[in-house]
């Protein structure tokens, strides 16, 4: 063998392990690539799993049941208030809850919520006690209201209209609103021949609202711990599948009037974009 021959023979050689080399550094590159951009995708999950459970969720719950001007104190809406709040806690809301409450009492627990809201946040109302429509708007009755004729209504009571849309001005992301209100009360009696119910309750932007009773109906109170209403709506609320929150008020509303045999038909109303959920 010549000495170009050794030289040739070298050089591919060389050639040879420097592209062993280049392939070798290639293939680690590629798999730190790979490794990095799977650690984005991990860490970008985690960020949106995290961001979900820190998702400002509120709620006001309202159970008013000793009004000096009823016959007999409501136990319902106290022990329903009690039972939807420590639903609601499990499941990450953070709720301001008041019991038998003046009109000053609501009115300063509405202006905390208000306070509270930020843009993504998902803000729940739930009211048990009397609720009057008065020119088609409909008013949650505090227990010290002093309700002798027609006009006093809107001014001893909360209009549930202007909460919602207090809570939509501050931009919250969805709203949700129960009112099991729907009863005959010891005030219409005074200056109607009959029972009004509620008025309808148009759902605003990104709402759903559940009522215990058609619009313009009444529903007499069950001997129950709970109303039907939160009973229904706290098992279906255990139990929620597809269809989140609205899933479980339609399926609320269906059992209600199967079981009462359409005597009581609670109402829901919707313009939800969003899937929400609660619990389940």
Same mark, same amino acid.
Not at 34 to 60: F, P
């Given at each position: 063998?010549?000495?170009?021959?050794?030289i040739?023979?070298?050089s591919?050689?060389?050639?040879?392990?420097?592209?062993?080399?280049?392939?070798?550094a290639?293939?680690?590159?590629?798999?730190?690539?790979?490794?990095?951009?799977?650690?984005?995708?991990?860490?970008?999950?985690?960020?949106?799993?995290?961001?979900?459970?820190?998702?400002?969720?509120?709620?006001?719950?309202?159970?008013?049941?000793?009004?000096?001007?009823?016959?007999?104190?409501?136990n319902?809406?106290?022990?329903?208030?009690?039972?939807?709040?420590?639903?609601?806690?499990?499941?990450?809301?953070? =709720?301001? #809850?008041? !019991?038998?409450? /003046?009109?000053?009492?609501? $009115?300063? @627990?509405? +202006?905390?919520?208000?306070?509270?809201? *930020?843009?993504?946040?998902?803000?729940?109302?739930?009211?048990?006690?009397?609720?009057?429509?008065?020119?088609?708007?409909?008013?949650?009755?505090?227990?010290?209201?002093r309700?002798?004729?027609?006009?006093?209504?809107?001014?001893?009571?909360?209009?549930?209209?202007?909460v919602?849309?207090?809570?939509?001005?501050?931009?919250?992301?969805?709203?949700?609103?129960?009112?099991?209100?729907?009863?005959?009360?010891?005030?219409?009696?005074?200056?109607?021949?009959?029972?009004?119910g509620?008025?309808?309750?148009?759902?605003?932007?990104?709402?759903?609202?559940?009522?215990?009773?058609?619009?313009?109906?009444?529903?007499?109170?069950?001997?129950?711990?709970?109303? =039907?209403? #939160?009973? !229904?709506?706290? /098992?279906?609320?255990?139990? $929620?599948? @597809?269809? +989140?929150?609205?899933?479980?008020?339609? *399926?609320?509303?269906?059992a209600?009037?199967?079981?009462?045999?359409g005597?009581?038909?609670p109402?829901?109303?919707?313009?939800?974009?969003?899937?929400?959920?609660?619990?389940?």
């Amino acid at each position: 063998m010549n000495v170009r021959q050794l030289i040739s023979r070298r050089s591919v050689a060389v050639v040879a392990s420097l592209v062993g080399m280049v392939s070798l550094a290639i293939g680690a590159h590629a798999a730190l690539n790979k490794r990095a951009l799977d650690a984005a995708k991990a860490i970008g999950t985690q960020q949106a799993v995290d961001s979900s459970k820190k998702q400002s969720r509120l709620a006001l719950v309202i159970g008013n049941g000793h009004y000096p001007d009823a016959a007999a104190p409501l136990n319902q809406p106290i022990n329903d208030a009690r039972a939807l709040t420590a639903t609601l806690r499990r499941n990450g809301f953070d =709720v301001d #809850v008041i !019991e038998d409450a /003046s009109k000053d009492d609501m $009115q300063r @627990a509405i +202006g905390r919520l208000k306070s509270r809201i *930020k843009p993504d946040s998902v803000v729940m109302l739930f009211f048990g006690g009397y609720g009057i429509q008065a020119r088609r708007e409909n008013y949650m009755i505090p227990v010290d209201a002093r309700i002798w004729k027609e006009n006093d209504i809107r001014r001893e009571g909360v209009s549930v209209e202007s909460v919602l849309a207090g809570i939509k001005e501050k931009g919250a992301r969805a709203k949700l609103v129960v009112i099991d209100a729907s009863r005959r009360n010891p005030y219409e009696r005074r200056f109607r021949s009959y029972s009004h119910g509620l008025a309808p309750i148009a759902a605003s932007d990104n709402a759903l609202i559940l009522t215990s009773a058609t619009p313009g109906k009444v529903a007499d109170d069950s001997k129950g711990h709970n109303s =039907v209403l #939160v009973s !229904e709506l706290l /098992s279906n609320l255990a139990a $929620q599948g @597809a269809g +989140g929150v609205e899933g479980v008020f339609n *399926k609320t509303r269906v059992a209600i009037s199967r079981a009462s045999d359409g005597a009581q038909v609670p109402s829901v109303s919707s313009s939800l974009l969003d899937e929400i959920r609660i619990g389940g």
